[in-house]
């Protein structure tokens, strides 16, 4: 059990140092999440409820997110690292876990920015959508990396990531936006850690079958 | 040949039930929409439900006629989850006058499951044809039908009164008269679902020997 813990942290590790390097996705994050609030700050007119602005942050949370994700296994791609991972002596799903770790790294050091930048603008952040938000990472984190690694292997890439993890991502929406609205959020964010649990349990169970060949 | 003639059998009888034995409710005549919608429906997620189970079987053992039957499975699927949406949007034309009823949770339900399963056949024809395609359609299809209950407690969690519920923890709420022809159309819509499966597996089966044979002539 602390070997395979290890071993992600090691992978997660590599990842954070990658990107300390090449500091490609963190910037675009990061540019992305105000860049988006101000956009729809003008395409939907959020003076006259807060429950729209609620809705906003989701929404941005999430493409955000996507941001990452489609950046999740490019060098791993390009640089054919994967043949050298799988080759590696740890287990498969420890793979998973170091990059959902890194991933879930970027995700947060973001919404650092994006949950203050969106109470200057918007106002109104409470805990439910603080809470709301931490648990909504590992559910976006986990079910997002296992799809990052399907659509990294097939003819059209980033272009299909989108298409696969938002049908999955609706329920992460509804709790969040629940949690964040909701006079009692407590349904919510146990719909939320529910998710988490369903998804990270088969995100770590079927990682093997989609990186072996 | 057999579940042809039953399931034609059988729609020939559910539509007859439904056409002069099941009763006009308040609801009038366009409540007799509702023994196809929800046959349908319930069909669609049988389909849904096989094609994780073959899924998981070819995890399991790795057998390629498994990943062809589940393949097969959710694309039918996928018709029937389409034809739920069609006859639903009719229904709630009817009912309540819109084409679309974001208050019907079921429609909702059945809108992000069809969104989802469509991604299944982007993923599965921007892959190379082989053994890791056949793992990473059966892992999504497994995603599937996790995917179900999860948003169907999403829907519920969004809370709606809009959509009559038939079946609640009391039982059906539907008069004797009712529940027999629904439960016919029910076996009717079951029969006719199996048969499509039989008939498209058998034809995608011959595809892949044709083109076997090809190869081997080439």
């Known amino acids: 059990m602390r070997r395979y813990l290890h071993d992600a942290a090691v992978l997660a590790r590599k990842d954070v140092l990658l990107e300390l390097r090449g500091r490609e996705t963190l910037p675009a994050m990061l540019l992305f999440v105000v860049a988006g609030l101000v956009v729809f700050h003008f395409a939907v007119p959020t003076e006259e409820s807060e429950d729209v602005g609620a809705g906003l942050l989701w929404v941005v949370i999430l493409f955000t997110a996507l941001l990452a994700l489609v950046r999740a296994f490019v060098a791993e791609r390009e640089q054919r690292l994967m043949d050298g991972l799988l080759l590696a002596p740890c287990d498969r799903s420890a793979i998973w876990l170091g990059k959902s770790l890194a991933v879930l790294a970027f995700l947060v050091l973001t919404e650092l920015v994006a949950l203050p930048a969106f109470a200057i603008f918007f106002g109104g952040l409470g805990w439910g959508t603080v809470a709301g938000v931490s648990l909504a990472n590992i559910g976006i984190v986990t079910v997002g990396t296992l799809l990052a690694a399907m659509a990294s292997v097939t003819r059209a890439r980033e272009l299909l990531l989108p298409l696969l993890f938002l049908p999955l991502a609706i329920p992460i929406v509804v709790g969040g936006v629940g949690a964040s609205i909701s006079d009692d959020p407590g349904r919510y964010l146990g719909f939320l850690a529910l998710y988490d649990a369903v998804f990270a349990i088969i995100s770590w169970a079927s990682f093997e079958y989609v990186v072996s060949e | 040949m057999v579940t042809a003639t039953v399931a034609a059998a059988l729609a020939v009888s559910a539509i007859a039930l439904v056409a002069f034995y099941a009763p006009v409710d308040q609801d009038g005549l366009n409540q007799k929409i509702f023994y196809f919608h929800v046959p349908i429906a319930l069909t669609a997620y049988a389909y849904f439900a096989l094609g994780a189970l073959k899924a998981f079987l070819y995890l399991w053992k790795g057998d390629d006629e498994r990943d062809l039957e589940s393949y097969v499975a959710v694309h039918l699927g996928v018709i029937f989850g389409l034809l739920t949406l069609v006859t639903g949007s009719i229904w709630a034309k009817i009912s309540w006058g819109h084409w679309w009823e974001w208050g019907d949770r079921q429609l909702v339900l059945f ?27 059966a892992v999504f299809a497994l995603i599937g039908v996790v995917l179900i209950p999860i948003s169907f407690l999403a829907i519920r969690l969004a809370e ?27 076996a009717a819509m079951l029969a006719i679902a199996y048969t499509l499966y039989r008939i498209e597996l058998a034809g995608k089966r011959l595809d892949q020997h044709l083109r076997e044979l090809r190869e081997l002539l080439t």
């Open chain 2, 111 to 137: 809108l992000i499951l069809f969104l989802f399963y469509c991604a299944y056949f982007m993923l599965r024809f921007s892959i190379e044809p082989g053994p890791q395609r056949a793992s990473i359609s």
């Open chain 2, 160 to 186: 709606s009164l809009v959509h009559p519920v038939t079946f609640t923890r009391d039982g059906p709420q539907m008069a004797g008269s009712q529940f027999t022809t629904f439960f016919v159309c029910l």
